[in-house]
């Protein structure tokens, strides 16, 4: 399944390029580092505020690739959705997914 569709084939996309691909992928690598840090940081028995920062910055750097796809997604895919009469229904599925963020 490509990026702007679920389980419906139908719906319109625009393909990531592959810098945004690499970008998204080199921020999701960096992500994985920093849990690996956070696991060994538990192994070692450090301090839990020390662990519990770290969280924080992963939480953090999540919720950017999120955002950053999020505003990628509308301002291609809902848009091209807009422009091509079926809007409706792609604000709906962004309107969902921006409530699984705020939970």
């Avoid at 939480?59 to 091509?84: P, Q, Y």
Wanted: hydrophobic letters at 35%; a neutral charge.
């Amino acid at each position: 399944m490509n990026h702007c569709e679920d389980h419906n084939m139908d719906k319109k996309m625009v393909p990531r390029t592959e810098q945004e691909i690499e970008s998204i992928i080199k921020r999701l690598k960096r992500i994985e580092g920093q849990v690996r840090g956070v696991q060994k940081m538990v192994e070692d028995n450090r301090y839990c505020i020390d662990i519990l920062v770290q969280i924080s910055a992963i939480t953090a750097a999540l919720n950017k690739v999120g955002l950053n796809l999020l505003e990628r997604h509308v301002s291609h895919c809902v848009s091209k959705a807009i422009r091509e009469g079926s809007g409706e229904e792609s604000i709906r599925e962004v309107m969902d997914v921006i409530k699984q963020f705020a939970k």
